[in-house]
């Protein structure tokens, strides 16, 4: 048998005293062979590539290349083994070429010579199939796009052992078919490949084998051959889970949330959203899908009262009386003023919902803190209502006073949907609210979603995980660069319908 | 070639403040060690005496403890104005012209209506002046911040200069005698405008106004309203603006603040110390007091701890300075010494190192 393209032994990686990220984790990839590491967030999958590729240093263990040990103290010491990491998250400088950022940093002798070195990225681009403009800049690129810049920068450093962090997190359906077909060719001409995903239907379609991590623990390996949806699942959560979305009917859907032909530009004028229509009704889950960045943030952070419009119009039809209030131009303390119960868990938890370095109670506060008269907060209110969101909602923290950054995400979730629907509201917005979640979390979010829908809610859910979507929601909008693509039936469409949506274009005319 | 490397870096749990504490005892032994020996190769002095020294320096005398007492007071009051200001994440580099800026309307004040006002009315005209003028001088970078998003650091060290400027002009245009370039002690005689001495001290009452502005400024940001907006904005301005917080106003409210307090240390300076305006009234405290916030976390009542350290310091190492007839950069060196291990010391209180060869015992 050949040598192994990386053998790891008993890599332990720990931060501080409690936070183990990786324990004894034993691993081997072949040349000419994919293999996938699975794991719920959370479970040290990035934190064992970020060792092989240089970021980390692990506190024990032994690493192997090519059956010889070694010692990756930087990325640099990585190339040198012929190892390449493809992020999660880009690193391409926006205003360069693709030949330029590929070229970037490398240690040539002599001059740059861009002609040479974008024939060079044609020709790798021609042998491995991948669909390429050397000269395009980056600021002009879809995702997938600057994601194979930065898989043929990593080529063209002459890598023949690849990881991928999770690569398929912002591609469509169709978009991942292709990077799939580009890996298959990859693994043919005899690279080692490492792509971290947590889409179990992925792993089964692209992988040879399956190393499972769970809690920074190394399960076992499994060839992918030989096993099914249900055993991964067991041993990446520990034990059965059932995956069942209950959708209930709509009772009495009425509208709720009007929103007309809106058009809005972000801060450099570009347009993000034009002639945006649509109505979200109450007692329905509405679910919004498209490639990331498409403007779904732009359109709740919009109808929030975040983003200024410059057209268009936003009507809430209150549900008691039925009279039309309308929200264009209003900020959101004044939408609260009127009484609309608008809540809004936006996709930057700690960013925009949370505040980092407060603690639960501090947080709850955040909605409530002008109740009451005087000078002074009022913290009994805040304290009673983190209790019983903690309680109710089974928030593992230290105390409702520990800092909620350093929470895991599916807690810090937890606190903010938890405050958001004890607002009692009945619009309540979602972007991304499973994003980073382990399994057992994202069913809980799922199912206060539906709670919400069946008390008579206006639910609006932007979704990316289009099983999910199709699961979940009554109906589902696509939003494709701004536009509305088109509004479907989530009961009878199908996962090909909405990705052929998610690409449309939309002529500007139309 | 396989080669571990020498240490590697790891982040530590929280510390239990006990462990923390003992952590930046130890820098300031291992500082005084440090810098004991630095004086003996340097000097060839005992360290021991030159310590001794930089004690009596400080407390040596009544007189000493209180001019001590009165330094740090002020040093704290400017720290206590930036508070607010850094919580927000706004970077006040200014206290030192806001004091001016205090106190030089209080200096106006003091010097054109002397004779005219009684002096309870006097110096509560001081005071209104002397706040209002830090409070201006600290909202003008903070509504350019607001409103068009000027880097607020520059803004407010431009703004020192043109208070030191203006208080340069107006001393040498009001100078007594004509063209000495000094005002000297304001109303000599009458005493008016002067804080009263209490018990016969005359710094006791500005220690006292500190003392309860600190707790103030501590109530301040801990429980109120505003305190609490003050931190959301430092923290995340988007959140802020999630939840309806005017980000602007809460801008513009706080550095009024901040310049306030500023103004009040001026009022402090010029009604209840010198008696006279300078440049050099607000003697770089402006920025000392940069380094007073940082080093007590932005928490007022540490500040007490800090701003004494930092007073004590140079007091100390001033005498040093004079009493062994040494350049009074050395007096620096020491105390730059002891600065920079309590500074150093958070590291190691936030991370640990692991040396090569201490896996292979940890594996066992």
């Keep these: 048998m050949s040598v192994p393209a990386i053998e790891l032994k008993n890599i332990t990686k720990t931060f501080g005293k409690s936070v183990v990220a990786n324990k004894n984790v034993c691993l081997t990839v072949n040349y000419g062979e994919i293999l996938a590491i699975l794991g719920e967030n959370g479970s040290g999958k990035t934190t064992l590539l970020n060792m092989i590729s240089g970021i980390y240093y692990p506190d024990e263990?032994?690493?192997?290349?090519?059956?010889?040990?070694?010692?990756?103290?930087?990325?640099?010491?990585?190339?040198?083994?012929?190892?390449?990491?493809?992020?999660?998250h880009f690193k391409l400088v926006d205003v360069f070429s693709a030949t330029e950022n590929i070229i970037l940093g490398l240690e040539d002798d002599g001059k740059y010579d861009i002609k040479k070195a974008s024939l060079k990225v044609r020709e790798i681009a021609a042998q491995y199939g991948f669909e390429i403009d050397p000269d395009k800049k980056i600021y002009e690129m879809s995702v997938s796009e600057k994601q194979t810049v930065e898989i043929i920068k990593v080529l063209y450093r002459g890598a023949d052992i690849l990881m991928l962090d999770e690569p398929t997190a912002v591609l469509t359906p169709q978009e991942t078919r292709k990077l799939f077909a580009v890996l298959r060719k990859m693994k043919e001409s005899g690279k080692a490949i490492v792509i971290i995903t947590h889409k179990l239907h992925e792993v089964l379609d692209i992988s040879d084998?399956?190393?499972?991590?769970?809690?920074?623990?190394?399960?076992?390996?499994?060839?992918?051959?030989?096993?099914?949806?249900?055993?991964?699942?067991?041993?990446?959560?520990?034990?059965?889970?059932?995956?069942?979305?209950?959708?209930?009917?709509?009772?009495d859907p009425t509208d709720r949330l009007i929103v007309a032909h809106l058009n809005c530009m972000n801060r450099d004028g570009f347009k993000v959203l034009s002639n945006v229509t649509f109505t979200a009704k109450s007692g329905e889950i509405l679910g919004i899908a498209g490639i990331a960045g498409s403007g779904q943030r732009e359109l709740l952070e919009t109808i929030a009262g975040l983003q200024p419009m410059v057209t268009g119009g936003v009507q809430y039809i209150v549900p008691e009386t039925g009279k039309i209030e309308f929200l264009r131009d209003k900020t959101p303390l004044q939408i609260r003023e009127m009484g609309i119960r608008l809540s809004f868990v936006p996709e930057d938890r700690l960013g925009m919902g949370l505040v980092g370095s407060m603690g639960t109670v501090d947080n709850m506060m955040l909605r409530s803190y002008r109740k009451g008269k005087g000078i002074f907060l009022r913290k009994q209110e805040p304290k009673a209502l983190a209790d019983k969101i903690i309680e109710e909602l089974e928030v593992v923290t230290p105390s409702a006073s520990t800092p909620v950054r350093r929470l895991s995400g599916g807690n810090v979730q937890k606190v903010l949907v938890g405050r958001e629907i004890a607002a009692a509201p009945t619009v309540l917005?979602?972007?991304?609210?499973?994003?980073?979640?382990?399994?057992?979390?994202?069913?809980?979010?799922?199912?206060?979603l539906n709670e919400q829908k069946k008390n008579g809610v206006a639910v609006i859910f932007v979704g990316e995980d289009l099983d999910v979507l199709l699961g979940l929601c009554d109906r589902i909008m696509v939003i494709g660069s701004g536009t509305v693509t088109g509004i479907v039936d989530a009961r009878t469409t199908t996962k090909e319908e909405i990705g052929l949506l998610m690409t449309k274009e939309v002529r500007k005319d139309a | 070639?396989?080669?571990?490397?020498?240490?590697?870096?790891?982040?530590?749990?929280?510390?239990?403040?006990?462990?923390?504490?003992?952590?930046?005892?130890?820098?300031?032994?291992?500082?005084?060690?440090?810098?004991?020996?630095?004086?003996?190769?340097?000097?060839?002095?005992?360290?021991?005496?030159?310590?001794?020294?930089?004690?009596?320096?400080?407390?040596?005398?009544?007189?000493?403890?209180?001019?001590?007492?009165?330094?740090?007071?002020?040093?704290?009051?400017?720290?206590?104005a930036l508070t607010p200001a850094f919580r927000m994440r706004f970077w006040n580099t200014g206290a030192e012209g806001q004091v001016l800026a205090?106190?030089?309307?209080?200096?106006?004040?003091?010097?054109?209506?002397?004779?005219?006002?009684?002096?309870?009315?006097?110096?509560?005209?001081?005071?209104?002046?002397?706040?209002?003028?830090?409070?201006?001088?600290?909202?003008?970078?903070?509504?350019?911040?607001?409103?068009?998003?000027?880097?607020?650091?520059?803004?407010?060290?431009?703004?020192?200069?043109?208070?030191?400027?203006?208080?340069?002009?107006?001393v040498l245009e009001w100078s007594v005698p004509k063209g000495s370039g000094s005002i000297g002690v304001i109303n000599q005689k009458t005493q008016a405008g002067?804080?009263?001495?209490?018990?016969?001290?005359?710094?006791?009452?500005?220690?006292?106004?500190?003392?309860?502005?600190?707790?103030?400024?501590?109530?301040?940001?801990t429980y109120s309203k505003h305190g609490y907006e003050i931190s959301v904005v430092g923290e995340s301005e988007k959140t802020a603006r999630y939840i309806g917080i005017d980000v602007k106003k809460v801008i513009i409210r706080t550095m009024c603040l901040s310049g306030a307090i500023c103004g009040l240390a001026g009022f402090l300076l010029v009604s209840g110390a010198d008696h006279t305006i300078t440049k050099?009234?607000?003697?770089?405290?402006?920025?000392?007091?940069?380094?007073?916030?940082?080093?007590?976390?932005?928490?007022?009542?540490?500040?007490?701890?800090?701003?004494?350290?930092?007073?004590?310091?140079?007091?100390?190492?001033?005498?040093?300075?004079?009493?062994?007839?040494l350049n009074l950069s050395f007096s620096d060196i020491i105390t730059g010494i002891i600065i920079f291990f309590i500074v150093g010391s958070e590291f190691f209180i936030n991370y640990r190192l692991i040396f090569r060869g201490h896996r292979k015992e940890a594996n066992s």
């Excluded at chain 2, 504490?21 to 060839?44: E, Y």
């Excluded at chain 2, 007590?296 to 300075?321: Q, Y």
């Design chain 1, 61 to 88: 263990g032994q690493i192997f290349v090519n059956g010889e040990e070694v010692s990756i103290t930087s990325p640099k010491d990585a190339f040198k083994y012929k190892i390449g990491m493809i992020h999660q």
């Design chain 1, 209 to 251: 084998k399956v190393a499972v991590l769970r809690k920074g623990e190394y399960i076992g390996t499994v060839n992918t051959s030989e096993t099914n949806e249900g055993q991964l699942t067991e041993m990446m959560v520990g034990k059965k889970v059932t995956l069942n979305i209950d959708r209930s009917d709509p009772v």
């Design chain 1, 429 to 448: 917005m979602a972007a991304y609210p499973v994003r980073g979640l382990d399994i057992n979390s994202s069913y809980l979010i799922y199912n206060l």
């Design chain 2, 1 to 80: 070639m396989h080669k571990e490397p020498l240490f590697h870096i790891v982040k530590r749990e929280t510390l239990p403040w006990y462990k923390s504490w003992g952590v930046r005892l130890l820098a300031v032994v291992c500082a005084l060690i440090v810098a004991g020996l630095i004086t003996l190769f340097l000097t060839g002095l005992n360290p021991i005496k030159v310590y001794a020294t930089m004690i009596d320096g400080a407390i040596g005398t009544q007189r000493r403890t209180w001019a001590l007492m009165q330094k740090t007071a002020m040093l704290l009051c400017i720290a206590l």
């Design chain 2, 102 to 170: 205090g106190g030089m309307c209080c200096a106006v004040i003091m010097l054109k209506l002397g004779d005219k006002l009684p002096n309870g009315l006097l110096t509560l005209l001081m005071l209104v002046a002397g706040v209002l003028g830090g409070a201006i001088w600290g909202v003008i970078p903070a509504i350019f911040k607001a409103k068009w998003n000027t880097n607020e650091t520059l803004f407010t060290l431009m703004m020192n200069y043109i208070a030191i400027q203006i208080i340069g002009y107006y």
């Design chain 2, 194 to 221: 002067w804080l009263p001495s209490i018990g016969g001290q005359a710094y006791l009452i500005n220690i006292i106004v500190v003392a309860v502005l600190t707790v103030l400024v501590y109530i301040y940001l």
């Design chain 2, 280 to 325: 050099d009234t607000a003697g770089g405290n402006g920025f000392t007091a940069i380094m007073v916030c940082w080093l007590a976390k932005f928490n007022p009542i540490w500040m007490v701890l800090t701003s004494l350290l930092i007073c004590f310091l140079s007091k100390g190492a001033g005498e040093i300075a004079t009493m062994f007839n």
